[in-house]
């Protein structure tokens, strides 16, 4: 039987409680410390907080409603629809996340997010936080300030943009990764960035076994090609590209300032 919270309504999860097909309308909130819900809709106003031991499976947040993963916490196959908001502070973790067009999902410094196969996320804003795409997982649109999004084996990842302290390691593939001031791509072995737009203070690394094509390097960008990586249609504008022993640079276009 399914339960329904309204507004100034609560319910509390505690230590081996199990709670299912909750729905929590505006105003009302669902506490997890220690039990599990699953199942739950979380709709415009509404809140829904995970504490230590607290975990949540296959919560649907609605428009204006909003989730926070603390210290502890787990939120696994949740649902972020457009204008809802998750949230995963330090030693929270969110796995499996979908998140639609105009949802927010934002990680902070000791927060992690994991994208299992058939997991989907957009606009993850990642501050001092981490988001692993496994294999099958994609994500797309997310902003790394101080954190690290690591892309692995037959995960993807589009329109990333790597602010300074960003990190992106890749041995998935990545399209359109803009990296700017105190960013660094890393492509490594099985890797595969394409159209990387890298800009002042702003690296890309390819190791041994990765690949980068159609990147453009503006001034005080850099390219590193490592001994085993390969680099193809290359536009240096203003730019620099290091080759290094080993390394394989093809097609590379010298604009305006460019330099290998």
Do not use: H, P, W
């Amino acid at each position: 039987m399914a339960t329904t919270i309204s507004s100034g309504g609560a319910e509390i999860v505690a230590v081996g409680g199990l709670t299912s097909r909750t729905f929590v309308r505006g105003g009302g909130a669902v506490l997890v410390s220690g039990g599990t819900t699953s199942g739950l809709g979380v709709s415009s106003g509404a809140t829904l907080t995970l504490l230590a031991g607290g975990a949540a499976l296959a919560v649907s947040l609605g428009a204006e409603a909003s989730a926070t993963v603390s210290a502890g916490g787990t939120a696994e196959a949740s649902v972020v629809s457009s204008g809802a908001l998750l949230q995963v502070v330090s030693g929270g973790a969110a796995y499996a996340t979908m998140v639609s067009s105009g949802g927010e999902l934002l990680v902070r410094s000791g927060g992690t997010q994991t994208l299992l196969s058939g997991g989907t996320a957009a606009a993850t804003a990642l501050i001092g936080g981490a988001q692993l795409v496994a294999s099958g997982g994609t994500a797309n649109g997310a902003s790394v300030e101080g954190g690290s999004e690591v892309v692995a084996r037959d995960g993807k990842t589009s329109g990333v943009t790597l602010y300074s302290g960003g990190t992106q390691s890749l041995s998935g593939t990545a399209a359109a990764t803009v990296i700017g001031n105190g960013g660094s791509e890393f492509v490594v072995k099985g890797g595969a960035a394409s159209g990387a737009l890298i800009s002042s203070g702003g690296s890309q690394t390819v190791n041994s076994g990765g690949i980068a094509s159609g990147a453009t390097v503006l001034a005080g960008g850099l390219q590193v090609v490592s001994a085993g990586g390969a680099v193809f249609a290359t536009i240096l504008s203003g730019g620099k590209e290091e080759l290094y022993a080993s390394g394989t640079a093809s097609g590379t276009v010298l604009a305006a300032g460019g330099y290998q």
